[in-house]
Each structure stands twice: as C-alpha cells, then as structure tokens.
C-alpha cells in the first residue's frame, strides 16, 4: 500500500515537495518511482530511485529542477520539485517496481498509490 501526499496549487517558480510512504507487502529492496498524468495524456516516467538510493533518474523534462531521495529504512521516496511550470501539472504517482533497479515504464513498477494533484498557474 503505498500513500502519496504534498500536491497543491503554486505559482509558476514556486516549489512543493510531494511525499510517498510505502507500508504492507511493498519490499524497501525494489525501486521507487514518480509518474505523472496530465489530463487526456499518457501516464509518464518522472523520476526513478533504486533500491538503495544509489542511483537516480529523470525525465528530461524535469532534470536539474527536480530530485528525488528516499529513505530506506521507513520505504519512503520524496520528490522535491523546484521551479515549477504550468507544465508540470499534472496528477502524480508513486510507485514500488518490480525490481532493484529503475525502469521508466508502468510495466516496471508494480504498486502504485493513489494520485496527488500538483496544478502550476502562470
């Protein structure tokens, strides 16, 4: 059972912090991840961490604004979005994958929680 937390309505520029606890048959030794749906548009891949924190990606889009950490002992991923565009908006996801290490698609991911709505006004 995972349970997302943190989206809100900002400004263009401002940040939030979107929080991911993973609780019951979700393993702390499988990737974590962020997706995010914008309405009529495909889920898609936003940042990914492995099992052990070690390694971390990003979509392109969000590179250099965004990070993503987690801490393994309480199997909880935080992503931490700095200035924030009118794109960004979005329902956000949390995930658990499948496996040690990061995939950037659905099928890589095997829990999901519910979405958290992140909505950027210009």
């Known amino acids: 059972q995972l349970q997302a937390s943190g989206g809100g309505l900002v400004q263009a520029g401002d940040s939030l912090t979107l929080s991911c606890a993973a609780s019951?048959?979700?393993?702390?030794?499988?990737?974590m991840g962020w997706f995010r749906q914008a309405p009529g548009k495909e889920r898609e891949f936003v940042a990914g961490i492995n099992w052990n924190g070690g390694r971390t990606y990003y979509a392109d889009s969000v590179k250099g604004r965004f990070t993503i950490s987690r801490e393994y002992a309480k199997s909880t991923v935080t992503l931490q979005m700095n200035s924030l565009k009118p794109e960004d908006t979005a329902d956000y996801y949390c995930a658990v994958g499948r496996f040690a290490r990061v995939g950037s698609e659905p099928n890589d991911y095997s829990y999901w929680g519910q979405g958290t709505q992140v909505t950027v006004s210009s």
């Open positions: 019951g048959r979700t393993s702390s030794n499988n990737a």
